[in-house]
């Protein structure tokens, strides 16, 4: 069996896997509240809780699955890109347990985790297929070829979705983390009440950006003019309409008839529903695996090479991932 660890932003996770990836358990252990003060993570709690939560929460992953410690013959860790001690507290468990089990760890990156949370829905997408990544700190449009090569052809110019959702709460005063709430009050809200111009419209950029929409919310909230509920209803209306329109220029430069929609802003209502606006076959990852979790890095692990019980011990976290 497989244990997979990911502790790369404010979530301390661990799953359990057969060695062809069928889930036996699932721990999420949220740290979010203690970030609500902050309004955002706060690296050093973050690092300091994971230590405190690691232990604990790969004993429930075990519990779970009705497994012991020398039942787990894999370890797989998330090792980037992230918090980079919230990463290195993941990467040095995952690499004692390895090393004194004297079984092989597999490293993955946590972008191809939430590529392959798709193989965890009902109908995974077969074959070759382009993959929306849409979270807290990436907005990509990653190609799936074939062989399960992944190439990014789109990344944010700069602000991610999920922090456009996080920052557009903030400035409506709304809590952290700012996705469901915004997604919340915008089910209260007419999006058709002051729409927002839907960023790079008209444009073929293969490109995302969601810094102009911000810009564009703390004035409509300043101006006063509107409800909150209809200004964030047209706020998360303009994000989805990005979204769909750049899944759709990548679907026709890439020629790929199955999309796949994966990370945190996955589980939106909004976007979700609209998914049938889409010309391909749409896989969404099921809801619980579209925030951050283990089970996504155990499906992934699973077609990727292993390090040697001596290997692994140059293994290292790093903040920034090639496919990000
Ligand atoms: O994938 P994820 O859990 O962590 C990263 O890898 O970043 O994504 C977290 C992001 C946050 O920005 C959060 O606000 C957003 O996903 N999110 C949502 C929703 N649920 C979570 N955004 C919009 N609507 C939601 N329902
Ligand atoms: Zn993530």
Redesign the pocket.
């Known amino acids: 069996m497989i244990l997979a660890i990911e502790t790369?932003?404010d979530?301390t996770c661990a799953a359990v896997a057969d060695l062809d990836g069928t889930l036996r358990s699932s721990i999420v252990a949220s740290q979010a509240a203690e970030h609500v003060a902050f309004g955002g993570v706060v690296p050093e709690i973050a690092s300091r809780r994971h230590l405190e939560l690691i232990e604990p929460t790969v004993r429930a992953a075990l519990a779970e699955a009705g497994c012991v410690a020398s039942d787990i013959t894999r370890v797989a860790v998330s090792t980037g890109p992230?918090l980079i001690g919230a990463l290195l507290v993941g990467v040095s468990f995952a690499k004692g347990f390895a090393y004194r089990s004297g079984i092989p760890l597999v490293a993955v990156d946590?972008l191809h985790g939430?590529v392959a949370s798709l193989r965890l829905a009902e109908n995974p997408p077969a074959g070759a297929h382009l993959v929306l990544l849409?979270?807290?700190?990436?907005t990509l449009l990653i190609d799936v070829a074939e062989d399960g090569a992944l190439t990014t052809i789109a990344r944010s110019m700069d602000d991610?979705?999920?922090?456009a959702?996080?920052k557009g709460?903030r400035v409506l005063g709304l809590g952290y983390?700012?996705?469901?709430e915004?997604?919340a009050l915008a089910v209260q809200g007419d999006p058709a009440a002051c729409p927002f111009t839907t960023p790079l419209a008209g444009r073929t950029d293969l490109a995302f950006s969601f810094s102009g929409l911000k810009t564009g919310l703390s004035m409509a909230v300043t101006a006063g003019d509107n409800a909150p509920a209809d200004l964030a209803a047209a706020y998360?209306e303009a994000i989805v309409d990005h979204l769909l329109d750049r899944a759709r220029l990548g679907l026709a430069a890439t020629g790929r008839t199955t999309l796949g929609l994966v990370?945190?802003?996955a589980?939106?209502?909004r976007?979700r529903a609209r998914l049938n606006e889409l010309p391909a076959n749409v896989v969404a990852a099921p809801l619980a695996w579209?925030?951050?979790n283990a089970a996504m890095i155990a499906a992934a692990a699973v077609n990727l090479p292993s390090l040697s019980p001596v290997e692994l011990l140059g293994l290292d976290a790093h903040a920034r991932s090639p496919l990000g």
């Open positions: 790369s932003c979530e992230g946590h939430h849409a979270s807290g700190g990436h991610a979705a999920g922090e959702f996080d709460a983390p700012g996705g469901p915004l997604a998360q990370g945190g802003v589980a939106n209502g976007l579209c925030g951050d």
